[in-house]
């Protein structure tokens, strides 16, 4: 009986001196299709749930077309666990071609040129597009665009100009522009009137001298021609007056270069006087390091558009801006990431669980930021086009994209423009379109 009891006793604490097996590290990931080529991606977003923790998540580079392998490491019980997740970048957008017109008519037997129907060839990712002659393209080319023409000139009809644009990863748009070619123009062949010559034994007539004194002529006036646009590097007053920005603004703000890859630009500043414009302000600029073109996250490019003016800022005091003014302390951001493209302050609004590298920290950046302007280029927020696209004060020799100017011009501009003033970035020739 005692042995019984001893078995009992012993195999009742063997049972209880055995441990529970530890609950298995799980995670589980969402089903992403593909992420955008160019876009800004937090891997966050591929966990459905784990019963750990995640400390660092991988990160993904979209600039890279494929498939990417993604190693996410998950901490339970002081135990890690590595899991892998395949995901593809993929660029599912088209270049853009834009065109002046869709048909034009024009003159039997005259000239044109395929390339001035073109207002822009760009790309939302890879920004301007370069013009390549169709007999140099080859199969293997890529961000390029090009056109073919039928156009007989000498031949009244209907043709075809047919444009295609290739991106960097071989995505391809193509457009159409119908020329029409018109009717000659024949001159109607008229009939030389004969002339009868009658002889005159008579001795012929002697004019008098007041019958050959020929009528003294006037004298040419001398008209002024309008100057023309092209002839100059910077914006004439007659050429605002021709944009359609024009009837619905009193002051217009333009920034311009000659050349789209120029770091280089004007910055002029005109007033509607009465039926005039007037050039109040002309004063260089330094652009983006890549020169001017389509915004992004991912380049230098100052944006081409046409825009409006928001706010006023700066790290020094109020100059006495028309627009409101905000002054620049250590709690403003202009954040890149959970809040993209907008003005941050941390002690109204919870900006711990944005990333630092993607916002900027406006007080770290004295000269450029003692006084600058924002504008609405990106007013929907949408991330990985670009933000904190400014008019501030110069300082280097480029930027990253704003526009720079002499500090003491951009305290006059603060104090003359205010958001009902227009914005006009563009190359030279290009203004008039806006």
Known sequence: MKKGLIMILMVGLLMGCQTSKPEETTLTFKKIENVEYGSL???????????????????LDTSII???????????????????????????????????????????????????YINAVKDLVDGDIQYKKESEVKSDDYLYYTYHSDVNMKKAGTYTIHYTAVD????????DLKISVKEEKKEPIQKAKSQETTISKEKPDVPTQQETKKPESKPEVETSKEPQ???YSYILP???????????????VTVTSTSSRSRKGIVQYFVKNGNQWIEKLKVNCQ???????????????????????????????NPGSKMSYTQINEHHYWCGD??????????????????????????????????????????????GVGSAYFLH????????????????KMVYLLQNIDTSTILIVDQVNNVVNH
């Open 393 to 408: 004060c110069s300082k280097g020799s480029y930027t990253m994209g704003c526009i720079g100017i002499p500090e003491a």
């Open 238 to 252: 007659s050429t605002i007056a021709k944009t359609r920005s024009a009837k619905n603004a009193n002051k217009i």
């Open 229 to 231: 646009q092209s002839d």
């Open 41 to 59: 991606f937090d891997t966050k977003e591929c966990v459905n749930e784990t019963n750990g923790h995640i400390e660092e998540y991988p990160q």
């Open 287 to 317: 652009l983006g390091k890549a020169g001017m073109g389509q915004g992004s996250e991912y380049s230098t490019r100052t944006p081409v558009g046409t825009y409006h003016f928001t706010h006023a800022y700066g790290i020094k005091n």
């Open 168 to 175: 960097k990863n071989k995505n391809k748009t193509e457009k």
């Open 338 to 383: 959970q809040y993209y493209n907008q003005f941050v302050d941390d002690t109204v609004t919870d900006h711990s669980a944005c990333s630092i590298n993607n916002d900027e920290h406006l007080i770290d950046y004295p000269g450029s930021y003692n006084y600058f302007a924002s504008f609405n280029y990106n007013s929907g927020n949408v991330s």
């Open 66 to 116: 494929g498939i990417h392998k993604l190693t996410f490491v998950v901490e339970k019980d002081q135990q890690k666990k590595s899991f892998e997740y395949e995901i593809e970048v993929k660029d599912t957008q088209m270049p853009i071609i834009e065109l002046k017109k869709e048909k034009d008519e024009i003159e039997y037997n005259s000239k044109y040129d395929a390339l001035n």
